[in-house]
């Protein structure tokens, strides 16, 4: 038997060795979670968030967590908590203010937990790597371009982007540097935004309930992004329409410049193409250069500190182009997420079946050593059985012995009690006396026997429930109390417990789904075997299935 369990023990630790080196080999590649703190939401960021996902395609144990703070400071910065508390591996942050969550990336960079910084710029200088495009060139470069559409003479409003944002700042510098080369340029008004369309129509409603007269020149309006460039844009119409000739140049020939160009539906590029926006920015998004620089520095690979995205400007003249090669880039990347889909579809069906083979090969080998002892297992299994059989039945005997035995000693106290009494003359006399009352109690539904009965009733699957028992909750003596159910039942107490547990015994026997051993535990015997014969003796016959 020890030959067999040794056998079965190396069988199975060679085996499990093999599984365990099988599933290594297959994820030796270590797993890396990245958390992406996104300050808003918008069409601009959801574009980053497609792309991102996208990129995990092509690399292997990448768990991508990303969060949307929607312009909320305080929320970006539990966001950034909570992700560090889940163990990232890496953050990529892009802060809603300059200032604003300091002290939560700098918990990340003390933890360390890597920190690339994209798209917007903090005063922490202990970052990893910063990502974006340059902001004052884009600035500079939409104020050249104003500059040359208007021959260096006009005047000019701006729209700027949200407060102590370090696009805002940077655009607004660069877009003043280059107006700041021409006299002849005037930036007559300016107000800030949050980013938003809406944030751009109050921004400039502001600007224009503060101009007065009927000559207001404006030709040219710089948004700090798409949006609110075209919610500048709305607001000019709309102050048109309710003053009729205040405005020299009517809103349809102002220049609109905003940044972004997204070239997805409804986005920048679109809006040049329809003539709403006269020119835009292209701020890339880059998500999938995003990953890659990410892995990079998981992987401690050589990385560049700053990586700069180029930029360039869209206007009528290749918006089309550029919204016809977005196109067939969206159609590639639909392509590549079916090939993906196909790719993980082949690969789960190959771990499928390596696995199943592997556990094929394992029940294989078990079930040959299994063999070798099975004649003999089932042997030693058939000695110990009728072993625990050959027990079981002394142990019930035993049960049955002490029960019986048990009954008698209760039978036994029973008759010393009547066989203790002072005289038979007064014991008569006592029990007449009794016995009368009891006719009193007997005319007033007789109470102390149903008292009894219920006592019983409540404790009969109690196998030690003794006639002290019942006295101890009737308040009675033993004594006592055999006098007065003899009195009145004819019956001694230990007499009326047996009868009452057999005829509930009767009464379950009714039920085909107790077996007789689960009636006679419930009724009160500890032995079966002493329950039948007890059964026997009372109704004349056996308790059915014995």
């Given at each position: 038997?020890?030959?067999?369990?040794?056998?079965?023990?190396?069988?199975?630790?060679?085996?499990?060795?093999?599984?365990?080196?099988?599933?290594?080999?297959?994820?030796?590649?270590?797993?890396?979670?990245?958390?992406?703190?996104?300050?808003?939401?918008?069409?601009?960021?959801?574009?980053?968030?497609?792309?991102?996902?996208?990129?995990?395609?092509?690399?292997?144990?990448?768990?991508?967590?990303?969060?949307?703070?929607?312009?909320?400071?305080?929320?970006?910065?539990?966001?950034?908590?909570?992700?560090?508390?889940?163990?990232?591996?890496?953050?990529?942050?892009?802060?809603?203010?300059?200032?604003?969550?300091?002290?939560?990336?700098?918990?990340?960079?003390?933890?360390?937990?890597?920190?690339?910084?994209?798209?917007?710029?903090?005063?922490?200088?202990?970052?990893?790597?910063?990502?974006?495009?340059?902001?004052?060139?884009?600035?500079?470069?939409?104020?050249?371009?104003?500059?040359?559409?208007?021959?260096?003479?006009?005047?000019?409003?701006?729209?700027?982007?949200?407060?102590?944002?370090?696009?805002?700042?940077?655009?607004?510098?660069?877009?003043?540097?280059?107006?700041?080369?021409?006299?002849?340029?005037?930036?007559?008004?300016?107000?800030?935004?949050?980013?938003?369309?809406?944030?751009?129509?109050?921004?400039?409603?502001?600007?224009?309930?503060?101009?007065?007269?009927?000559?207001?020149?404006?030709?040219?309006?710089?948004?700090?992004?798409?949006?609110?460039?075209?919610?500048?844009?709305?607001?000019?119409?709309?102050?048109?329409?309710?003053?009729?000739?205040?405005?020299?140049?009517?809103?349809?020939?102002?220049?609109?410049?905003?940044?972004?160009?997204?070239?997805?539906?409804?986005?920048?590029?679109?809006?040049?193409?329809?003539?709403?926006?006269?020119?835009?920015?292209?701020?890339?998004?880059?998500?999938?250069?995003?990953?890659?620089?990410?892995?990079?520095?998981?992987?401690?690979?050589?990385?560049?500190?700053?990586?700069?995205?180029?930029?360039?400007?869209?206007?009528?003249?290749?918006?089309?182009?550029?919204?016809?090669?977005?196109?067939?880039?969206?159609?590639?990347?639909?392509?590549?997420?079916?090939?993906?889909?196909?790719?993980?579809?082949?690969?789960?069906?190959?771990?499928?079946?390596?696995?199943?083979?592997?556990?094929?090969?394992?029940?294989?080998?078990?079930?040959?050593?299994?063999?070798?002892?099975?004649?003999?297992?089932?042997?030693?299994?058939?000695?110990?059985?009728?072993?625990?059989?050959?027990?079981?039945?002394?142990?019930?005997?035993?049960?049955?012995?002490?029960?019986?035995?048990?009954?008698?000693?209760?039978?036994?106290?029973?008759?010393?009690?009547?066989?203790?009494?002072?005289?038979?003359?007064?014991?008569?006399?006592?029990?007449?006396?009794?016995?009368?009352?009891?006719?009193?109690?007997?005319?007033?539904?007789?109470?102390?026997?149903?008292?009894?009965?219920?006592?019983?009733?409540?404790?009969?699957?109690?196998?030690?429930?003794?006639?002290?028992?019942?006295?101890?909750?009737?308040?009675?003596?033993?004594?006592?109390?055999?006098?007065?159910?003899?009195?009145?039942?004819?019956?001694?107490?230990?007499?009326?417990?047996r009868e009452r547990r057999l005829k509930r015994a009767n009464l379950l026997l009714a039920d085909t789904s107790l077996s007789v051993s689960e009636i006679a535990y419930r009724v009160g015997f500890a032995s079966p075997s002493y329950f039948t014969k007890c059964y026997k003796d009372f109704f004349g016959h056996s308790p059915k299935g014995t």
């Amino acid at each position: 038997m020890k030959h067999i369990f040794t056998t079965y023990r190396y069988a199975i630790i060679v085996l499990s060795s093999l599984l365990v080196l099988s599933c290594t080999l297959q994820t030796n590649k270590r797993h890396y979670i990245i958390g992406v703190s996104q300050c808003s939401e918008d069409s601009w960021r959801t574009k980053l968030k497609a792309e991102l996902e996208q990129s995990t395609y092509f690399h292997d144990g990448i768990d991508l967590r990303i969060m949307s703070a929607d312009d909320d400071v305080q929320m970006q910065k539990q966001q950034i908590h909570e992700l560090i508390a889940q163990g990232i591996d890496l953050l990529i942050v892009s802060p809603q203010q300059t200032h604003s969550l300091s002290d939560a990336i700098k918990e990340a960079t003390e933890k360390g937990v890597p920190v690339i910084m994209f798209d917007r710029k903090s005063d922490v200088k202990d970052y990893t790597a910063f990502m974006g495009a340059d902001n004052f060139a884009i600035g500079e470069m939409m104020g050249e371009y104003a500059a040359s559409q208007l021959g260096g003479i006009g005047n000019i409003i701006e729209i700027a982007g949200e407060h102590g944002s370090s696009p805002a700042m940077e655009r607004h510098r660069g877009f003043n540097e280059a107006i700041s080369r021409y006299p002849g340029l005037k930036i007559i008004g300016y107000a800030e935004g949050d980013w938003k369309q809406n944030s751009g129509d109050e921004a400039m409603s502001k600007i224009l309930s503060g101009m007065h007269g009927t000559d207001i020149a404006i030709d040219c309006i710089f948004g700090g992004n798409d949006r609110m460039a075209l919610g500048a844009r709305s607001a000019l119409e709309r102050y048109s329409q309710s003053h009729p000739g205040a405005l020299r140049r009517m809103p349809s020939s102002v220049i609109y410049l905003g940044v972004d160009a997204l070239p997805t539906p409804g986005g920048g590029i679109e809006k040049v193409q329809q003539g709403l926006l006269t020119a835009s920015a292209i701020y890339p998004t880059h998500g999938n250069e995003l990953m890659d620089l990410a892995v990079a520095i998981l992987q401690g690979e050589p990385f560049e500190k700053n990586t700069g995205m180029e930029t360039s400007i869209v206007t009528s003249a290749n918006a089309k182009v550029l919204l016809m090669q977005y196109k067939e880039i969206i159609t590639q990347d639909e392509y590549i997420k079916k090939m993906q889909t196909r790719v993980d579809s082949i690969m789960k069906e190959l771990d499928t079946e390596r696995t199943l083979l592997f556990f094929i090969v394992l029940v294989v080998v078990i079930v040959c050593v299994s063999l070798v002892g099975t004649v003999r297992t089932i042997k030693i299994k058939h000695r110990l059985n009728e072993h625990l059989k050959q027990k079981n039945h002394e142990l019930e005997l035993q049960k049955e012995t002490a029960e019986r035995q048990r009954d008698e000693l209760e039978e036994q106290r029973d008759k010393l009690i009547e066989a203790t009494m002072h005289n038979q003359q007064n014991k008569e006399q006592d029990d007449e006396m009794l016995y009368d009352d009891e006719k009193a109690d007997f005319r007033q539904q007789n109470e102390f026997i149903q008292k009894f009965n219920r006592a019983v009733d409540d404790n009969m699957s109690n196998s030690d429930l003794s006639v002290e028992d019942i006295g101890d909750i009737m308040l009675l003596s033993r004594v006592q109390l055999y006098r007065r159910v003899k009195a009145m039942t004819g019956k001694s107490p230990v007499e009326i417990i047996r009868e009452r547990r057999l005829k509930r015994a009767n009464l379950l026997l009714a039920d085909t789904s107790l077996s007789v051993s689960e009636i006679a535990y419930r009724v009160g015997f500890a032995s079966p075997s002493y329950f039948t014969k007890c059964y026997k003796d009372f109704f004349g016959h056996s308790p059915k299935g014995t």
